[in-house]
């Protein structure tokens, strides 16, 4: 079975420093993708960034990166320069090739950007 | 631009009313889902749907059915409703079942059930 860890459930940065929200999965699956959505106070999820598991290449979305290393199972997504916007609760999700389950959330990541 | 909708923001009703909760994607998704989400518990998935007519029970189904008669439409129903599930609602669709699709998220329904 896959699963998705958050283990920080609440993070605060200064503005215009970096941070990172740690993310860890564990799947049996060959191939697998690996999301990050932010969700505002208002509610609405929005996608930030997608890796996929055969991705060379760590992704990069604008202030997004994901620091994806696939022998430790991990898919932190890094936020450079921290903007107060950037106060949201942040999910990491997982895909998987078998195409019956839908994605698998984390618990999430509360982060609170201090100006 | 992927569109999402839901037929609520908020919404109150009563112990033992049949609640209907609407969502509908402009986007001729393959997949919807039903999500709630309470403090701590992140997201739950209660139901989903990969075509029309279909539903497979998601992790926390009890208290809930589903209705999709056409594709861009996927009801949540709660059939006599209950204080415990007052939450978050939250539909999302998705494309197909390819790793790369992400799913979209419509804007959620804030539920009160006294």
């Known amino acids: 079975a896959q699963k998705i860890t958050q283990t920080q459930p609440g993070m605060f940065v200064q503005e215009k420093e970096a941070v990172t929200l740690d993310c860890t999965y564990d799947t049996s699956d060959p191939s697998y993708g690996l999301f990050w959505y932010k969700q505002p106070s208002s509610g609405e999820m929005i996608f930030l960034i997608y890796?996929?598991?055969?991705?060379?290449q760590n992704a990069t979305e604008g202030r997004y990166s994901l620091n994806f290393q696939k022998a430790r199972k991990s898919a932190n997504l890094v936020i450079s320069a921290s903007q107060l916007g950037d106060s949201a609760m942040y999910f990491c999700?997982?895909?998987?090739?078998?195409?019956?389950?839908?994605?698998?959330f984390g618990k999430g990541t509360r982060l609170s950007v201090i100006a | 631009d992927v569109k999402v909708t839901q037929s609520s923001r908020y919404l109150v009703k009563r112990t033992g009313e049949k609640v209907f909760l609407e969502c509908v994607q402009d986007m001729d998704h393959e997949n919807m889902f039903w999500y709630r989400q309470d403090p701590g518990l992140g997201l739950r998935l209660i139901y989903f749907?990969?075509?029309?007519?279909?539903?497979e029970k998601g992790d926390i189904p009890e208290g809930y059915s589903v209705s999709r008669e056409k594709k861009e439409r996927f009801s949540l129903i709660l059939e006599s409703a209950s204080t415990n599930q007052t939450s978050m609602y939250l539909c999302a669709s998705r494309l197909g079942r390819q790793v790369e699709h992400e799913q979209y998220f419509g804007p959620g329904t804030r539920l009160t059930v006294t």
């Open positions: 999700a997982m895909s998987s090739s078998s195409g019956n389950t839908p994605l698998v």
């Open positions: 890796q996929g598991s055969y991705d060379q």
């Open positions: 749907s990969y075509d029309v007519k279909m539903k």
